[in-house]
């Protein structure tokens, strides 16, 4: 398959290079973030290898921008020190897999097979609903052409809600579907993020989207219903 490499250090992109040359995949190698979101535009490949230390950018924004810009070639990024952080930021950047530095060629390899045989690579769909729309790929959410700015917490609700526009969801499907542990305490949280996720997208906005059934949960109202 074809594979792109995205390292500014030559001799760690030449061993990389080589070694997945000897795997049977073609390889190509851009020394910094602007190259590599370039060429990964201008040519389909099976799989990217992102370093984390890039110049220009770095391998969390081009990535980013990768995503953004409508490329879903399965990202293995690759990470100097096992930082849980970083590991988080580069799954939050949208890349599907990382190694840490010091890693080995057949592990690389092994690694980039797994993903490139993945099937669920096609883009998730944006979700919308009248004038609200949500990238879950991107995590970008809009009202109209305003941006919204949301926390993660909010952001997965609001996904929540435009799943099931329309249909009343309990607070315990919210809690179960949005709260991904156990949630020990009463169903308050719920209560508390609507009202959170309504100042952002409602409020602001002269909206009432957001309905309350009472004795029964939340809906997100449904435009054909209006
Ligand atoms: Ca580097």
Not at 106 to 124: C, G, S, W, Y
Not at 209 to 214: G, K
Request: glycine share 8%; hydrophobic share 45%.
């Amino acid at each position: 398959m074809r594979v792109l490499v995205v390292e500014d250090e030559t001799r760690m992109a030449r061993i990389v290079k080589r070694g997945l040359e000897e795997e049977g995949h073609a390889v190509d190698v851009a020394a910094d973030g602007p190259e590599g979101l370039w060429m990964a535009t201008e040519n389909a490949y099976a799989a990217i290898v992102l370093d984390v230390m890039l110049p220009g950018f770095d391998g969390f924004e081009l990535c980013r921008r990768l995503r953004a810009a409508g490329i879903w070639a399965p990202v293995l990024m690759l990470t100097a020190r096992d930082a849980v952080g970083d590991r988080v930021r580069g799954l939050d950047a949208g890349a599907d897999d990382y190694l840490v530095k010091p890693f080995s060629l057949l592990e690389l390899a092994a690694r980039l097979r797994a993903l490139a045989r993945r099937d669920d690579r096609a883009r998730p769909a944006v979700l919308s609903e009248g004038d609200l729309k949500l990238d879950p790929a991107t995590k970008q959410a809009w009202r109209g052409s305003t941006e919204l700015q949301l926390s993660p917490k909010e952001f997965a609700l609001l996904e929540l809600f435009l799943r099931h526009a329309g249909t009343v969801l309990t607070r315990s499907q919210i809690l179960d579907a949005a709260w991904d542990f156990a949630y020990d305490g009463t169903s308050n949280v719920v209560d508390q993020y609507v009202t959170y996720l309504r100042r952002k997208i409602d409020v602001p906005f002269r909206r009432h989207d957001i309905e309350t059934v009472r004795g029964m949960g939340y809906r997100l109202r449904h435009t054909e219903q209006v």
